[in-house]
């Protein structure tokens, strides 16, 4: 059995339940097994079941469940691999012809090209130039003149900010609260897909989203979060990727090797 392509959260399927249940007048359990018949489901409680067995194994599992209108923060110490990892994600983009748009605070647009060109050799086996696709726009660190930027992108567009802690707040309090409040209702009308960088604020903790410069106030815009976490091992370098939110799957994490040489995740 399998979900429809347009992955559902249990937290909507559960409201279109009650609103259900209140337009019936019936039972919250029956409204809950009628949605999961909408899924070919016979009970919610299957239903419930297969959603928490639901695993990300890979980087590919990871583009396909991030989707248009949706906002993605990855952290990370410095050094991890953030850069890298988008570049990663930025790839799966251009190669079904997505336009990527790289608003970058730290590196330089031939660095960024320089380090996708390598991922994009190594992965496709061809050193296609992907400047046809990817647009860099460097040092944008003010908040309203980034949004008015983000405005103008092109529908159905990857937009990914590196990164959140350079942008120039406009307030003290909660400094990137409303700037990611609006980032997620122009994304929700464009169809865009946003990955923002992000550094850690303290030790990572699985079961809080404190360890984030910005914290709890700016996570609950984010559809999902994700946490990279290099993880030393004999002959091997991995990184730990903890999924810490989603509204698509359970908390979970996984292990993927981290080619240094060609900057690819496996």
Known sequence: MSLSKSIPSIR??????????????????????????????????LMHKYFKSIRINNLESIWQSFLPGEMLLLSAAEGAGKLSF??????????????????????????IFERLNKISCSNLGSCSQQEQYME???KCFDQKTLIEKIKKDKPGSLLIVDYLQAIVPHREMDPYNDFVRELKLIAQQHAL????????????????????????????????????????QANKDERGIFLVKSIHYQKQKLFLQFNKENYLFL
Do not use: C
């Open 12 to 45: 909507s399927l559960k409201l279109s339940a009650k609103q259900i249940a209140s337009t019936k007048s019936i039972p919250l359990s029956q409204a809950l097994d009628l949605v999961a018949n909408d899924y070919g489901f016979t009970h919610w409680t």
């Open 86 to 111: 988008a570049l990663n994600l930025a790839l799966y983009a251009a190669q079904i012809k997505l336009p990527v748009k790289y608003y970058s605070m730290h590196f330089n647009e031939s660095f």
């Open 136 to 138: 860099v726009v460097e």
């Open 193 to 232: 897909r946003v990955l923002i960088l992000s550094q850690v604020n303290k030790e990572f903790n699985f079961e809080s989203l404190e360890y984030i410069a910005g914290g709890r106030s700016i996570s609950r815009h984010f559809t999902h979060v994700i946490h990279i976490e290099p993880q030393q």
